[in-house]
């Protein structure tokens, strides 16, 4: 393994995240506010309890696992993206690197700033909603596993794509419907039997 | 035959097609010595990146090996690529990056650790030293080719590729650059570079290699192919008309009044100058032309095709 290597790209991209802080945290916290309000107050007084759980509460692991599904696949496709574009892969190609190595490098980077977004996020719930995290390490092995898990779906796309537009219709495709589907808003035994499946 | 310690890169029966059937390479060998400069020189397309590429690894070869410092550019591509440094023909570089940070990337990537001194000894070299802290989107395009030049001397190369490096570059900026590789020789670097300014070759190679639609047509020392396909002339203005022939060839104006005479080492001037003086023809002038390597690229690449 050339650690030197990784490193360097693993360094090079966190540098750029947090060089870009605000842009990078200041969105998915934004958008998870309004998330809050609008779902977690309005919504939540005529929504009750879902299996046992209040509303508000309810929808944060789903807030967390949405933000990191969507910066995991967007950051693991613009990090391999962005040197195909501006023509800086040269010298990726160039190094004396394996292809896992240039993964692992990508692809720990994205995931890293997936983990710190979806900290953030649960972090800022705090602020609207009281909840209780009970399994600790399950939740953490779940944030890691979906975070590398989705920011190599993102390397593959990047990868793939010829174009911005690629870059977007996969997310657009795969990951908006997951979410609305996947019962991070509401229990899956509320949808119609066929979509339950 | 080349001394096999002496030779850096060794490229044997290379072939590259492209998906579209494109032949970029056709069987090309290829022998660069240790510590020369060699010259590619080509009109545009005709394979000339695409064999730096293919020897960089960025391009895979459709058939062919080919070995830098004995280490094969497949199998044992990490010994290969840590000795290749590359600086490719596009000014293409992470525009919101500081100087310094992009060249401490590009050593890193390569494998090698934080060298503080190191990089600024290139920094320096290059004149870069002031801006390190800019960020390249800030540069002057001069000073970004800088920066891509110091980011593939970043890992201390032994061999160092230059794609077309003074392309957009200003007559001063050029010749401080055949200054630099010049130096880079100087330290044992071998350097392979790519040109249109034909200028170029002629002032810095060791040798010249010919390369048109995707084949190598003549490599040979420089001195030896201005040599052998170099021509002399001897251009004459006489005073009065030249109206009766003489025992050389030559070739005439159509005043009658300016003598061409192309010569080579061997025959020399003697003969027509002791020619004319026994005619008693008087001289206006007398000027010598040497054909540049231009003259000759042109020749090559025209018959050719």
New interface residues.
């Given amino acids: 393994m050339n650690v030197h290597s990784v490193q360097a790209i693993y360094s090079f991209e966190m540098k750029r995240f947090f060089r870009t802080l605000f842009q990078s945290i200041a969105s998915p916290v934004i958008s998870t506010s309004l998330y809050f309000i609008v779902f977690g107050s309005a919504v939540a007084s005529r929504m009750g309890e879902i299996d046992g759980v209040k509303y508000g509460a309810f929808i944060v692991p789903g807030l967390v696992m949405l933000s990191i599904l969507t910066e995991s696949v967007s950051n693991g496709s613009f990090g391999i993206y962005m040197p195909r574009f501006s023509g800086t892969i040269y010298e990726i190609l160039s190094a004396p690197i394996s292809p896992f190595e240039t993964v692992v490098g990508y692809v720990g980077a994205s995931a890293t700033k997936s983990i710190i977004l979806g900290s953030v996020i649960l972090l800022t719930a705090k602020l609207f909603v009281n909840y209780e995290i009970q399994h600790p390490l399950t939740m953490i092995t779940f944030l890691v596993l979906t975070s590398v898990t989705f920011s190599l779906f993102g390397f593959i796309i990047g990868v793939w794509a010829d174009g911005f537009e690629k870059l977007q219709i996969v997310p657009l495709l795969v990951v908006t419907p997951l979410t609305f589907l996947g019962g991070s808003f509401y229990s899956i035994h509320m949808l119609p039997p066929l979509w339950q499946k | 035959m080349t001394d096999q310690n002496d030779e850096v890169i060794a490229i044997n029966n290379l072939h590259k097609t492209y998906v579209t059937g494109f032949k970029a390479l056709e069987d090309i060998d290829l022998s660069i010595k240790r510590g020369e400069i060699f010259a590619l020189l080509g009109p545009n397309g005709a394979g000339k990146t695409t064999l730096i590429n293919i020897v960089?690894?960025?391009v895979n070869a459709t058939s062919g090996n080919i070995k830098a410092s004995g280490f094969d550019i497949k199998k044992d591509?990490?010994?290969?690529?840590?000795l290749?440094g590359?600086v490719?023909q596009?000014l293409?570089?992470?525009?919101?990056e500081k100087v310094i940070?992009t060249v401490k990337?590009?050593r890193?990537?390569?494998?090698?650790?934080d060298d503080d001194q190191k990089i600024e000894k290139i920094l320096k070299d290059l004149s870069l030293w002031e801006k390190k802290d800019s960020k390249i989107m800030t540069l002057s395009g001069g000073m970004k080719r800088r920066v891509m030049i110091a980011?593939a001397l970043s890992h201390e190369p032994e061999i160092l590729f230059l794609d077309e490096p003074t392309a957009g570059v200003d007559v001063s900026l050029r010749k401080e650059m055949w200054e630099m590789v010049r130096k880079l020789r100087e330290n044992g670097v071998t350097i392979i570079l790519t040109t249109h300014y034909i200028e170029e070759a002629q002032e810095m190679a060791d040798r010249i290699g010919v390369i048109n639609k995707g084949k190598i047509i003549l490599v040979q020392e420089k001195k030896e192919l201005m040599k052998k396909l170099g021509k002399k002339q001897l251009i004459l203005s006489l005073q009065e008309p030249l109206n009766r022939s003489l025992n050389h060839s030559y070739e005439i104006s159509e005043d009658k009044k300016e003598l061409t005479y192309t010569f080579d080492e061997k025959t020399g001037v003697n003969d027509l100058l002791k020619e004319l003086s026994e005619q008693g023809l008087l001289f206006k002038d007398i000027r010598t032309k040497e054909s540049s390597l231009e003259d000759i690229f042109v020749g090559l690449i025209g018959r050719k095709q």
Avoid at chain 2, 92 to 96: E, G, I, K, L, S
Avoid at chain 2, 108 to 113: I, M, P, R
């Fill in positions: 960089c690894g960025i591509y990490r010994e290969a690529r840590s290749i590359l490719p596009e293409t570089t992470d525009m919101f940070d990337f590009s890193n990537l390569f494998g090698k650790k980011k």
